[in-house]
Structure formats: C-alpha cells, structure tokens
C-alpha cells in the first residue's frame, strides 16, 4: 500500500425521487488497499459502486477515480477501472476461453498482448485447465474466479467487486479472498462490498453503511476497539432475557445472541469471567459457562446500527439501483 | 478508430458465438424461410384451379358438349358430376360436391345453330368467395365466347385476349416467393434483433459491458453485423429454393436486390433493436417488435392484400410500412428486370427506413443504468 490516492469521495449523494440512497458519504482509498463496504441489503453499496464507476448518474458530490473526474468524464475512467457486478453477468453459452477474449477485445486486446495476459490471469486464478468448459456448467465458486478474470484482464488500477462472494460456498469464498489479496500486493486498489462480517476481517479498512450513511470507517481492529470498548464474554446456556435484567447492577453495556450463544459486553473494568458467572448465579441466573470472547465487526455492526437487526435480515430496500 | 473497430468486432465475435451455441435461432433462422416457402408455395396457393364443377346438360348437342368440355379442359375445372336437371344446383352446392354449376337449358344448341343468342348459366358457391369471384372470371370469357354464334364454331380460345406481362402463367409462385422473403426478413431480423439486447439487460450482462469501453453505437453495430449476415443467407436461401422449387427468375440487376434487402434487413433490425432498447425485456420486446414490424409487413405490404383495393386510410398507413417498397423492389427486379432507374424512389425509402429506426435505437439507447 501507498500513499498514492486511488479513489476519492467527497460529500456524494444520490437520491431516486424522494429515496435518499446515499447521503453525505466521503472518504479516500489508498493504491493497493484492500477498502470494504459492508452493509445491509439496501444501505447503498451498490449504488455507491455504481457511481464510482460511472454507470449511475450523481446527485451532487465529487468523485475522482485514478486520477479522473467520473462524475464529468465517467468514459475516460472506464480503462482504469475493472467491475464485478452483483449479479453475476457472464455469457453462460461461452466457454471460459470465450468469455474472456470478449471482455479483452472490449478493452481492446487482441493478438499476442492479449494471449499473453489471459494465459497469466487464467494462472494466477487457477483457471488452466478450465478454458474449453462452458461457462454454466461450472459451480458458482469458479464463475466467480471467471468472473473476476475478466474484470482485472485490462490491469486495472482499481477494481471494483459488488458482493463477490455471493452464493458462494465457504471455501471458494477464502479461496477467493486470497486472491484478491494477491492481486492488492501487485498494487492493484481493491473496492469490495459485501454483507460477510467475517469477509470483512480480509480487509486493509472498512467503511460501514448504515442506511445510506458510512456511519463509520477504520481498519477492523481500530472499529472493533473504538465501537465496541470493554471486555466481551460468551455465556452458554443462559436466557437473554433473564441476563439483560441484570444488565444494570452488572455494568452490562450489550447482550446479543450470538448463534446458540449470548455475547455480553462489560464496560471498561467490569468483571472478569468466573466473577460474572458468580455473580449472575447469584441473581438467580442460570449459566452454564462463561467464557471470554473476541470481538466481531458483527459486534461492531450490531451496535452501529443500535442492534435493530442483523445485516442479513434487513428486507430487501425500495430498491436503490 | 481502429480501438472502435477492434471493440465493435468483438462485440459481433460475441454475438456470432451466440446466434451458433442457441440451436433455435439457427432453425429459425434457417428452418423457417424453407417451411414458409413449401407452405406457400404448395400449401396455400393463390391460384384457384381444378374448381370441383357439376354440369347439368338439359341439351345434350355437340354444342353443349363442346361448351362443357372447353371449360374443363383449361384445367380451372374439375367435372365431379352430371346433374340430370339445373334445379340440383342446390342440392350440390350444400352438399359442397361441387363449387361450380354448368346448367345448359334444352335448345342451346339449336338457338347457336340458328345465330340466335344463346344462354349458358354458369352457378358458383359464392359462400366461398375467393373460388368464386376466380371461377366466374376464368369462365366468363369462355362462356361469353362459346355462347355467341361466331364462336360456336371458332375455338374456344379466341375473342379478346388478356395476356399477363411478366407472368404469363400467371403463376402465383412469382409473388409468392418475393412475398415470402418479405415475410422471412421482417420476422427473423426483428425478432432475433428484438431478443438480443433485452436479453442483456435481463441477464445483467449490460451493467458489466457499460463498465467496459464499448460505446452504444458499437454495442448497436457490433450486434447488426452477424444478423445482417444471417439475412443475407436467408435471402440467398430464399431465391435459391424459388428458383429450383418454381423457377421464379432473376430477371434484374443483383446490385440493386443487394442493396434494397441491406437497406429492408437493417429497418427490420432497427426496428427490433428499438424494441429491445426501450423494452428491456424480452417477451415485451418480441411482441413489440411482432406489432410493429412483422404484422404491418404482413397484412399492408401488398404482399397478401392489394394496396390499390385498401382503403385510403390504410393505403396512407402503407407508406410507412417498409416491406411495401421492399416488395416492390423485389417484384421489379425479379420479374421485370427493373433497376435503380425505376426503383431509386422505393430504394430511398428503404434507406430512410433504415436510418430512422437505427438512429431511434442509439438515441433511446441510454448507457448509464437508472
């Protein structure tokens, strides 16, 4: 990473009619950073995405992309740039071969200059042997990789990925993400959304969307330190409801299920481990175990948005693209 | 330009591997012109002959027979049955053995051996119109000719004459396979035109295209090419069988057929690439273009209906149907022989068709998503 800026934000919004999709948002990506949107279906990260690389028009607010003004010049970005769309949109009746001499010749590579660079990208992804399939026929975690193959042929000096790992099984998902750590070492600036918490963690930093504002932006470690202060234990066995009555006399600042568990955040110099077990048997709580746990930019989510509800359940929005 | 060119190319390059990989659009494409052509050409025929034909011969002369057998033997009529008597004309009409009665009263003959005039009935079903109005005209020369006394004893042939230009036999073949290719150009292209970018838009595949730097004329010219390609091979397929299958001439210049099919190819096009732009999807874009290009084609070309017998209002709204002056193009070099000197009016038009609806496709093309 450097200090070189690839991508530039300042103040953009973009409103449909009444809807405000994005509002106020600003930030700065560095060359060779890996910068991860992360939000809820329908807090804009498409639609940001969407005017970083031009396809959406801009209500107001600048954006500057590899040096280019794209909200004035978005086709003199278009070379720069490589996208990966949400929905996955490559031709299913090309063969892999196929698929990417298209998007080479739409970025005008042809000849020995572009056999040469396909051989290397279908290296690097691991995509040799695959040249003569058809593209519907591989599983979701290989279209991905294709998919990615086509977007970064040109050598982009950004890309931008929109929810890459969608549908995805866990371990193309890694597989995946070692990738895109490779390719941000060789100075490629990565831009990537997703609603993953554990996605997130791949990343340099990560700007959290909340309803169209970046109600927050760090490196992972700095947000979960920052956001979520205190000590976070794992209770096993205990019922949310009888724990958050004690909350007060404990000094408990969050208690959220987490999987069949409970996360519960003491404050700054609560108590530790065996003295919270003590103490809330002593209440006439049960608990089976107390454990200490680490804290997760889920953590960090939840309390961002004020533990409404979980990224994944937030419904599908009034559409933003 | 040469960076246009190499983007635009592979856009084609795309599109050709498309039009291959989906079998339907190459049976379609290739499949439908030899169905239309056997089913127009020997299913559904203009030409009305061998008319089922009942003769009721109440005179029974040389005469009378002489009058029976000429109408039967210009192969128009086929004589199913005698009726004893003209009152069973009706009987033959429900029954629907016979299209066409013969009646010839008693004294017909004598009446023409005596240069009296001489009166021959001929009945028609007129519950089938067409076979009708065809049947009288066929006969009514003949009759007319054979009842007058001069002609009694002239061949049947004679008396005036009416002689087809172009089309002595006046085979309906002629039209037929000029209509069909009409037909052919406006289905497919549109159609498949029509599909093509409505299909982007539903895959997604146009966000990702509009991220790389293919402009929307290459995106438009680029899926142009391999279709107009395919309906030159169609046209070609469709003069070919025409001519082997009913020897329909070439008559005129193959320069001018050249261009007027590029000039009609590339409106049907436009016509379903604005469908497909303003759609986006593609059962809406398929039906719009059907509206809007094949069914005006078909029913205000000329090809099925005369033009000169529409009325004015549909007359007017023939002018801005392409395929009337496509067919007339074809009509003129096919079977008269005609060049740009008579046709550079209906060429025109097809050009201004051409670039009309290509230029309302990239204008309503927008390349930025909403």
Not at chain 2, 24 to 48: C, E, H, K, T
Not at chain 2, 235 to 260: A, E, K, Q
Request: aromatic letters at 8%.
């Amino acid at each position: 990473m450097s200090d070189e800026v690839s991508v530039r934000v300042k103040g953009l919004n973009k409103r449909f009619g009444a809807f405000v999709a994005v509002s106020d948002v600003s930030f700065e990506v560095k060359k060779g950073e890996i910068f991860g949107y992360l939000g809820a279906n329908g807090a804009g990260k498409s639609t940001t995405i969407r005017m970083l690389c031009g396809l959406l028009s801009v209500t107001s607010g600048d954006v500057e992309v590899a040096g280019v003004d794209v909200v004035h010049r978005a086709n003199a970005v278009r070379h720069a740039i490589g996208y990966m769309s949400q929905k996955f949109s490559l031709y299913l009746d090309l063969t892999v071969s196929e698929n990417l001499e298209f998007f080479g010749g739409a970025y005008e590579l042809f000849g020995r200059a572009f056999r040469k660079r396909r051989d290397a990208v279908m290296h690097s992804l691991a995509l040799d042997k695959l040249s003569g399939e058809l593209t519907g026929s591989l599983p979701a975690g290989l279209r991905q990789r294709l998919a990615l193959a086509c977007a970064i042929l040109h050598e982009p000096h950004v890309v931008f990925l929109d929810e890459p790992t969608a549908g995805v099984d866990p371990g193309a998902r890694r597989n995946f993400w070692r990738l895109i750590r490779r390719l941000a070492d060789d100075g490629t600036t990565i831009f990537v959304t997703t609603h993953y918490m554990d996605e997130a963690e791949y990343c340099d930093r990560v700007g959290l969307m909340v309803a169209g504002r970046l109600a927050a932006l760090d490196t992972p470690e700095a947000l979960k330190r920052t956001l979520v202060p205190g000590r976070m234990y794992e209770l096993l066995g205990a019922d949310a409801a009888e724990v958050k009555k004690t909350a007060k006399d404990l000094a408990l600042v969050g208690v959220e299920p987490f999987g069949a568990t409970l996360h519960v955040r003491v404050a700054e110099g609560g108590p530790d481990a065996a003295t919270l077990k003590r103490e809330l048997s002593s209440r006439g709580v049960h608990v089976a175990n107390v454990s200490d746990a680490e804290v997760t930019l889920e953590d960090v989510f939840l309390c961002v948005v004020g533990g409404a509800e979980k990224p994944n359940k937030v419904p599908e929005e009034a559409k933003a693209s | 330009m040469n960076r246009a060119f190499r983007r635009t190319m592979a856009i084609a390059h795309k599109e050709v591997l498309h039009i291959i990989r989906d079998a339907r659009s190459v049976y379609m494409a290739l499949g439908l012109p030899v169905v239309m052509l056997m089913l127009f050409g020997y299913g559904i025929s203009q030409d009305v002959d061998h008319i089922p034909l009942s003769v009721a011969d109440e005179d029974r002369t040389p005469a009378s027979r002489r009058l029976s057998e000429g109408l039967v033997a210009a192969a128009d009529f086929v004589r199913v049955e005698d009726l004893p008597s003209a009152d069973d004309a009706e009987a033959a009409f429900r029954s629907g053995r016979a299209k066409a009665v013969l009646a010839i009263p008693r004294g017909y003959g004598r009446d023409l051996g005596r240069g009296l005039p001489a009166v021959a009935q001929l009945l028609v079903d007129g519950s089938d119109g067409t076979t009708a109005t065809i049947a009288m005209g066929d006969a009514a020369g003949l009759v007319q000719a054979t009842s007058s006394g001069r002609a009694a004893r002239a061949s049947l042939t004679e008396g005036p004459r009416v002689r087809a230009r172009f089309n002595p036999g006046m085979r309906s073949a002629y039209n037929m396979v000029s209509g069909v290719i009409v037909l052919i150009l406006a289905m497919v292209a549109s159609l498949l035109a029509s599909l093509t970018i409505a299909r982007e838009w539903e895959r997604g595949s146009m966000e990702q295209l509009f991220a790389t730097p293919v402009s929307r004329v290459e995106i438009v010219v680029g899926k142009l090419i391999p279709y107009t390609g395919l309906g030159f091979v169609q046209t070609l397929l469709v003069l070919t069988l025409g001519s082997y299958m009913f020897d329909v001439p070439i008559r005129g210049s193959p320069v001018t057929l050249f261009v007027s099919s590029t000039l009609f190819l590339l409106a049907m096009l436009g016509t379903g690439l604005a469908a497909s732009i303003i759609a986006k999807s593609q059962l809406v874009a398929v039906q719009f273009a059907m509206l809007v290009s094949y069914m005006p084609v078909a029913m205000l070309s000329g090809f099925m209906f005369p033009i000169e017998n529409m009325p004015a209002w549909l007359r007017g709204l023939s002018m801005v149907v392409p395929g009337r002056y496509y067919l007339t193009t074809l009509r003129g070099v096919l079977l008269k022989g005609n060049g740009l000197d008579v046709l550079a009016g209906d060429v025109l038009a097809l050009a201004f068709f051409a670039v009309a609806t290509l230029a309302l496709a990239v204008w309503r093309f927008r390349r930025r998503l909403s």
